[in-house]
């Protein structure tokens, strides 16, 4: 159960790339800060058979809960790619089973 640091990459044009690698059954993604990023995309690659994108307001990063698909019907908790609807102040992975790696995009 380690908490996995996410590697942080400027795109250019405003763009940041955020990506949670390796991440293994029982690990949770570092809190990822992206305040002022309001358009964000998740690709979720590998094999996960419980897992969840987690979004909060709170700075400590408390109350989390599982973030939606832009269609408003689709948590985020299997491999995929998606555009999260909500725009919260913090993001992080967990995972429960299975392997993934987690690859976020953020647009200004």
Sequence with gaps: MAVIVPTVEALGNGRLAVTW??????DSGAWANLKGYRDKTVTVEGT?????????NDADGGNP????????????????VYVIKENPLLLRPLLTTGSVTVRLVADR
């Design 48 to 56: 996960a058979t419980s897992f969840a994108l987690q979004g909060t």
């Design 65 to 80: 809960r599982t973030l939606e698909d832009v269609d408003a019907s689709t948590a985020i908790t299997a491999v995929g």
């Design 21 to 26: 690698a390796g991440l293994v059954a029982g």
